[in-house]
């Protein structure tokens, strides 16, 4: 399914809009800004010496403005569906592109991936879903923040099981949301999926 871009024009506080027909939840900076600062020790020295980061949905550009923080070195590059998205403009290489597409994939592999895809009707399981596993193929670790009710349905089962980590987020970052983790997937990983809660608001 490719969706059209739509000339939209949304604030980056304001972070739901009910009905959206993208499928926004923009996420709130101090979310990112913890999820960013968790994955970081994970990719160990391959930051300092390739700092470069993905962010599939751009959106109001909250990881983007968290690696920068973070890593003042880093090279982002960001995929919006929509060409107003606020955070494209703050990207090192902004790519107006739907990135559930087959050809959305980068040639060169990225050390995190990280990004609150668009869930819900609006958008469907399968363009979720593709977002998830094409962020996998292009970075040795990606971090997808979804709603818990999303990774329980049929078509999630093996995302689910070969995570590495999952990370229920603590509070939610938005009421209507009953509860959202961040499912983790690193490169070569075998073990048992880890449960680490993220108290974001305390990070």
């Known amino acids: 399914m490719t969706r059209e871009p739509l000339h939209l024009t949304h604030p980056v506080e304001d972070v739901h809009h009910?009905?959206?027909?993208?499928?926004r939840s923009y996420t709130p900076d101090a979310c990112a800004l913890a999820i960013m600062?968790?994955?970081?020790?994970?990719?160990?020295?391959?930051?300092?010496?390739?700092?470069?980061?993905?962010?599939?949905?751009?959106?109001?550009?909250a990881f983007v403005r968290a690696a920068k923080s973070l890593v003042p070195s880093v090279w982002?590059?960001?995929?919006?569906?929509?060409?107003?998205?606020?955070?494209?403009g703050q990207c090192s290489l902004p790519v107006v592109l739907d990135f559930?597409?087959?050809?959305?994939?980068?040639?060169?592999?990225?050390?995190?991936?990280v990004t609150n895809p668009p869930f819900g009707k609006a958008v469907g399981q399968d363009t979720t879903l593709s977002i998830v596993r094409n962020a996998r193929l292009s970075a040795r670790i990606s971090a997808m923040l979804l709603p818990v009710d999303v990774i329980c349905q049929a078509g999630f089962e093996a995302d689910v099981a070969c995570a590495a980590e999952v990370w229920p987020l603590?509070?939610?970052?938005w009421p209507?949301?009953?509860?959202?983790?961040?499912?983790?997937?690193?490169?070569g990983h075998t073990g048992p999926t880890v449960f680490r809660p993220l108290r974001w608001r305390a990070t």
Request: charge should be negative; charged fraction near 25%.
């Open 18 to 23: 009910r009905g959206d027909p993208l499928g």
């Open 37 to 61: 600062r968790r994955l970081l020790p994970m990719t160990g020295e391959r930051m300092a010496l390739t700092p470069w980061v993905l962010e599939p949905c751009v959106g109001g550009g």
């Open 76 to 88: 982002c590059a960001g995929y919006d569906v929509d060409p107003e998205a606020p955070g494209l």
């Open 100 to 113: 559930s597409r087959p050809d959305a994939i980068p040639v060169d592999e990225y050390n995190i991936a």
């Open 170 to 173: 603590l509070p939610r970052p």
């Open 176 to 187: 209507h949301e009953r509860g959202m983790v961040v499912l983790v997937h690193v490169a």
